[in-house]
C-alpha cells in the first residue's frame, strides 16, 4: 500500500518547474539508463526552463542519487 501511495505522490511532484515534468517521469528515465545529470537533462530537457536549471538540478542529482541506492 506504501508503495502504491508514494507512486501517486510521485506523479503530483514536480521535479523541473519550469518543465512540468514530474518525479514519477525522472525515475522511469533513470531507470532506463539515465545514470548521468546530462542524460537526465537531455532525455527530459530538465534544466533548460527559465530558471537554467537552478530549482531542479539539485533535486535530480537527490534522485540519481537515492536510485543507485536501491
Known amino acids: 500500500m506504501a ?6 505522490i510521485d506523479k503530483y511532484t514536480k521535479v523541473c518547474i519550469c518543465k512540468a515534468i514530474n518525479k ?27 530558471c537554467g536549471g537552478r530549482r531542479c538540478t539539485p533535486r535530480i542529482l537527490e534522485l540519481l542519487e537515492e536510485c543507485k541506492q536501491n
Open 3 to 8: 508503495e502504491e501511495n508514494q507512486e501517486i
Open 24 to 50: 514519477s517521469t525522472m525515475k522511469k528515465i533513470i531507470k532506463d539508463g539515465a545514470d548521468t545529470l546530462e542524460k537526465v537533462q537531455k532525455a527530459t530537457s530538465a534544466g533548460s526552463g527559465s
